[in-house]
């Protein structure tokens, strides 16, 4: 049997094409299949697999799992990347232990958790932008029938295999060339002299009237944005940009939705992105304080682990990640896993380009994105030009554009140093990240039968007492606000008998409760001992039967969200 790094394919130091990330996948899957297993969620519309890892000891076992995804938007590659990685990690837990550099407490947890991977939920426009380079937000298709409005179709006018920018002089152009490094488009002022520029994609203008050019939009010619898609508070494209024309009209967002409700065990849920190094959490349409209060000092400990192992910031959706004030992002997949799935569900925002550019934080996180300078713009090249290869402002070109005439292609290239890191850095991202998911994986609720008895009875009666415990961080329900959802059932005991009969058939099914784990978060006052004391045997039930004859009980007990143990009293 080959070890991991004899088939690894290079994730953590190269972004992965289609055709490579299968491959790994596939050589895994072959393998080790003892702990794991790979499907295909969906296929998209240009014949793409979206694939899903699972992986785990007995990996059709079912019990509590754990879901991490990446690059649902085009250009996000290092999600792909960070997801195989955390896969990885988890397979060497079970397959080279030794190797494993965490807490041997931490470790025997995790290898009872099920880990559900998709690395790349949108194959087809990371395919697009690993191609081309052209500007794609999530998907490169259109399925739009109002087609009528002049508008920028982003291609490679040059025939050079990339579709970066294009630069077209112009007297009352927004952008200048920064005098500190020749070629950089810099914002303009008052006191630059020119030539100035307008920026637009390269590619050409559909409905051309020679005269007037369109304003780009980021959605202008592939108008779906998945991470709109999902039917948490979905609102329609006029109101929430991306949204699609209703919710999960995408295959690859569909397919999500289905596998998520088929798989209610799913208590933890890490979506990776791209660019800004931060952790965003729930809520995202309202301030903590309308916050279910023991959410919240779990997200606590989270934000723990994210400062510890990354140096990350953790904030609130709501109240720091808005691009409009009280305007919240509808149909997020981060909201449908909290709100509708009841996961500990997060985004990270890899590549921590900000503090690269030793930009001072704004009051709310998301003003960074607005708030570069000019002065950030010339640092960021020269730091491009010096540490990352120039690979995201290569020179311009001049080129006579079939419909705009002469002008300057190339410029600007973001793939790597600007959406996603550059490559010499992914690794210790990968090592960071999983570092902190592993620990979130391992709160999971975990069922155990800890003591049974047996007392002899007249008549030939055995009474039969099952003692259940959960020995996990969280209880059986997760986080403390899935408890309502109507699927996240109380744990129940269902008996067998083999060879004896119970004395009252009813017994058989037997509910028992949801059981609390024992963690609760941080900063909620249980470090205090000003009152000794902690909850009472929350974490146990008893299933008790009534059994007559000789032979044994076979029981299964669990929930759709704990999982399902199983054990046999011999009689």
């Not at 079970?94 to 494993?100: F, G, N, R, S, Y």
């Not at 799935?341 to 009051?363: H, N, S």
Request: aromatic share 10%.
């Amino acid at each position: 049997m080959p070890t991991l790094s004899e088939i690894s394919l290079g994730f953590r130091s190269a972004y992965l094409d289609h055709a490579h990330l299968t491959a790994q996948l596939k050589s895994w899957a072959e393998h080790f299949p003892g702990v794991c297993r790979l499907r295909s969620l969906a296929k998209t519309p240009e014949g793409r697999d979206v694939w899903l890892l699972v992986i785990g000891a007995d990996p059709d076992r079912v019990r509590p799992a754990a879901w991490v995804d990446g690059n649902i938007h085009a250009a996000e590659l290092a999600g792909s990347s960070v997801a195989l990685s955390i896969a990885e990690d988890v397979l060497r837990l079970h397959l080279e232990p030794d190797a494993v550099d965490l807490p041997a407490p931490l470790a025997e947890r995790l290898r009872d958790v099920l880990f559900y991977v998709v690395p790349r939920i949108s194959p087809d426009g990371a395919e697009c932008i690993l191609r081309t380079g052209r500007s794609l937000r999530s998907v490169p298709r259109d399925a739009r029938v109002e087609r009528g409005q002049p508008r920028w179709i982003p291609g490679d006018v040059d025939g050079d295999g990339r579709a970066l920018a294009m630069r077209v002089q112009d007297p009352g152009g927004e952008l200048v060339e920064a005098r500190e490094f020749p070629g950089l488009l810099v914002e303009r002022t008052l006191e630059d002299e020119g030539p100035f520029y307008k920026l637009y994609p390269e590619g050409t203008i559909e409905h051309f009237d020679g005269k007037r050019v369109p304003s780009p939009f980021f959605l202008g010619d592939n108008p779906i944005d998945l991470n709109r898609n999902f039917p948490w508070s979905w609102a329609p494209a006029h109101e929430q940009v991306g949204a699609g024309p209703f919710p999960s009209s995408e295959p690859e967002s569909r397919a999500i939705l289905e596998y998520a409700t088929a798989h209610p065990e799913i208590f933890a849920w890490l979506s990776l992105h791209t660019f800004g190094g931060v952790l965003i959490r729930p809520l995202g349409h309202a301030p903590d304080a309308k916050m279910d209060p023991e959410d919240l000092a779990i997200f606590r400990q989270l934000e723990a682990w994210m400062t510890e192992h990354t140096g990350y910031p953790t904030v609130s959706g709501h109240d720091e990640f808005l691009y409009e004030p009280d305007k919240p992002l509808k149909g997020d997949l981060t909201d449908y896993a909290y709100n509708q799935r009841g996961a500990i569900a997060y985004v990270v925002e890899l590549w921590d380009l900000f503090k690269r550019l030793g930009m001072e934080r704004p009051p709310k996180f998301v003003q960074y994105y607005e708030r570069v300078s000019r002065a950030d713009l010339v640092k960021l090249a020269w730091w491009d030009k010096d540490e990352n290869d120039g690979r995201s402002f290569p020179p311009w070109t001049a080129f006579q554009h079939p419909q705009l005439g002469r002008v300057e292609l190339g410029g600007v290239d973001p793939r790597v140093g600007i959406w996603n890191p550059p490559l010499h850095e992914l690794a210790p991202i990968c090592e960071s990240q999983a570092a902190v998911f592993l620990r979130v994986a391992a709160l999971a609720p975990r069922l155990r039968v800890t003591k049974i008895e047996r007392k002899s009875l007249p008549g030939g009666f055995v009474r039969v007492e099952v003692c259940v415990h959960n020995d996990g961080y969280l209880g059986s329900y997760g986080l403390p606000s899935a408890k309502k959802l109507d699927f996240n059932e109380p744990v129940y005991a269902v008996a067998r008998v083999d060879g004896c009969e119970l004395a009252d058939p009813g017994q058989a099914h037997q509910v028992l409760g949801h059981l609390d784990g024992w963690g609760h978060g941080l900063h909620t006052g249980q470090n205090l001992p000003a009152y000794p004391g902690t909850r009472g045997t929350t974490n146990a039930a008893w299933a008790t039967y009534l059994v007559r004859g000789t032979g044994a009980l076979d029981l299964r007990i669990g929930s759709s969200r704990a999982g399902f143990i199983t054990a046999r009293v011999a009689l």
